[in-house]
């Protein structure tokens, strides 16, 4: 444990053990490695790979095989069925993770232990530490913007549910959160409410309750803040009842919730004109500026805003105004943590995260040699943190304390630089192609960049995109991309016809453009969707257990899910096709 200074962590000794840490990360890494390894050495998994007690990188790499989720899952579903033997790793798993499952469609388990909970703080702490030397806070509080998830017991009795929840619900948490002066400003009941919509109206009132204490306002993804304050412009006249009123609003019907909200809800009706007042002049000018208005004494606001969350940015900013900076969360997944932001001044997009050698074992694949090897399935040969090179972009390889071994994550990341001697890594993509038809190769990132170029069209009417995904439709011959959007408000079909045809042309992978001049692939198709479609595919997502602290809008559609391709061709109220390469 590290030391503290009365209630809160000391964050110089923070910032000391990490860049210790980090002067030599070769040498930390191999500890790390002959820790896990030495701890788990009676895991069935371990043991019928011939290590024989050698816990050294090389015997390392020789004896285990890289491996996807897909080649875990009978060890996994051993565990889940609730064999209690050693099989992936020494001490038995007490809980399942579940992944979002926007991805595939379908949430995977995933192990959790006290050891990455353990990590994870170590995550927090450090990235809190950077942020907060430049960012100080002192007894403030929290509006964070997070939820627990349904749970359920798996046929061998373990619990189930999602990351976040696991991480929430851990007894040393919420002591952590306070030590860090992080402490969230909802109670507990608010947190793991089973109603989202319920949950996040007292997250919204409990805010403006405490608004003058609240010093940050954080979720653990962008999506979740936009979409906070979406409501918030829906529902604030209702909130500010509530507060006047000192009375719950008879829409929030959970019990616990309601106990929770009136040991904090007292009627103040100078409170209530107060926000009233400043909401009627902020919705005439689009609620530009909305949260500082709000919470006049917030620092920043904080959450993973690289990668998916990117497309969120513009609106964030928007209710951020000019002065409320922005800061990134740290890099990691459902599989465990991998990186912090010790850079906090740094735009969100051109943050970089140093890899924190001491919580896990990192490899990396060399993406060119990804490439060269996919199409001969041959697996590619990895190198370790310290080797990789300024430049170069790299598929990442994790072995973690939770029985996941050379695990390959299928995440692209650059190589910015070095802190210290551990690199310092900027999120590229999924190592996945998204959009493929013929010879064409477009990815995420390309993807967002291609409706931000259309989008711009829609400025001119003072329109915006809510949300988008797209869709490879093999039904028609030749194939082709199909876009979904739902805006903000009306926009002219002249208008629209162009931001189809701008997204034709943005995709500029020259697979992608020589196919669409030859008609190997057919002209994109724009289709729209009725405003609350986007609520319709989290809601779909909601029921299957994900939270919504750990929901990622899936932004490619594939036809394995075939219920939010249905929730999105059922929403369709115009559609354009593209005449960019007539």
């Not at 030495?38 to 890289?66: H, I, W």
């Not at 299928?410 to 210290?420: I, L």
């Not at 959007?485 to 500029?508: M, P, Q, R, T, V």
């Not at 061709?569 to 559609?575: A, E, G, S």
């Amino acid at each position: 444990m590290l030391e503290k200074v009365g209630e809160f962590y000391n964050m110089d000794k923070v910032i000391e053990e990490f860049e210790s840490l980090t002067k030599d990360a070769g040498k930390v890494q191999r500890e790390t490695l002959k820790r896990i390894l030495e701890d788990n050495a009676s895991a069935e998994y371990l043991q019928n790979l011939g290590l024989n007690g050698r816990t050294d990188p090389d015997s390392f790499k020789a004896c285990v095989p890289m491996v996807t989720h897909k080649d875990l899952e009978p060890y996994i579903y051993k565990i889940i069925d609730g064999e209690s033997s050693s099989i992936l790793t020494g001490k038995p798993i007490t809980t399942m993770s579940l992944s979002s499952g926007t991805t595939q469609g379908k949430p995977k388990y995933l192990p959790w232990n006290d050891e990455l909970f353990e990590t994870t703080m170590q995550i927090y702490k450090t990235s809190f530490a950077y942020r907060n030397r430049e960012f100080p806070m002192k007894n403030g509080k929290a509006l964070s913007f997070i939820y627990g998830s349904k749970q359920f017991k798996t046929k061998g009795g373990l619990v189930a549910r999602t990351a976040t929840s696991n991480l929430f619900r851990s007894p040393g948490y919420k002591h952590a959160m306070k030590a860090l002066q992080s402490q969230c400003c909802s109670p507990d009941e608010v947190v793991f409410g089973p109603d989202f919509f319920q949950s996040l109206y007292c997250h919204l009132l409990c805010g403006l309750i405490f608004r003058e204490e609240v010093q940050l306002v954080s979720s653990t993804f962008a999506h979740s803040i936009v979409h906070a304050f979406r409501t918030f412009e829906q529902v604030w006249e209702e909130l500010c009842t509530d507060i006047r009123e000192g009375v719950l609003t008879s829409r929030v019907t959970v019990p616990s919730i309601r106990m929770a909200m009136s040991k904090i809800l007292k009627p103040n009706p100078e409170l209530a004109n107060l926000i009233h007042k400043e909401c009627v002049g902020l919705s005439y000018c689009n609620w530009y500026g909305l949260i500082p208005e709000l919470f006049p004494n917030a620092k920043y606001i904080y959450g993973i805003m690289t990668g998916s969350m990117e497309p969120y940015l513009k609106k964030l900013r928007h209710y951020a105004g000019e002065m409320l900076p922005l800061l990134t969360a740290d890099y990691g997944s459902t599989e465990g943590w991998i990186a912090a932001n010790v850079n906090p001044k740094l735009p969100p997009e051109m943050a970089t995260y140093a890899v924190l050698p001491h919580i896990g074992y990192f490899e990396f694949i060399p993406l060119t040699e990804l490439e060269n090897d996919f199409f001969l399935c041959i697996d590619p040969n990895p190198v370790g943190l310290t080797e990789v090179k300024i430049g170069e972009e790299y598929e990442i390889v994790m072995t973690n304390p939770a029985g996941l071994y050379r695990y390959r994550l299928g995440d692209v990341v650059k190589v910015m630089g070095f802190h210290n001697s551990t690199p310092e890594l900027k999120f590229v993509r999924r190592s996945s192609l998204l959009l493929n038809i013929n010879i064409d190769k477009n990815t995420e990132k390309d993807l967002q960049l291609a409706v931000e170029a259309a989008a711009k069209f829609l400025a001119e009417e003072r329109v915006e995109v809510v949300d988008f995904t797209s869709h490879v439709d093999l039904t028609t011959e030749p194939g082709h991309y199909v876009i979904f959007w739902e805006i903000s408000g009306e926009a002219s079909e002249k208008l629209l016809s162009e931001c189809c045809n701008c997204l034709d042309k943005s995709f500029i992978d020259a697979g992608y453009t020589s196919s669409r001049k030859v008609n190997c692939i057919g002209p994109l198709e724009l289709r729209v969707v009725r405003r609350g479609t986007f609520q319709k595919v989290l809601d779909h997502y909601l029921g299957l257990g994900t939270a919504v602290s750990q929901y990622k809008t899936p932004r490619c559609v594939g036809s394995s899910n075939s219920r939010v391709l249905q929730i999105l061709c059922d929403n369709v109220v115009k559609n354009y096709l593209s005449t960019a390469f007539n």
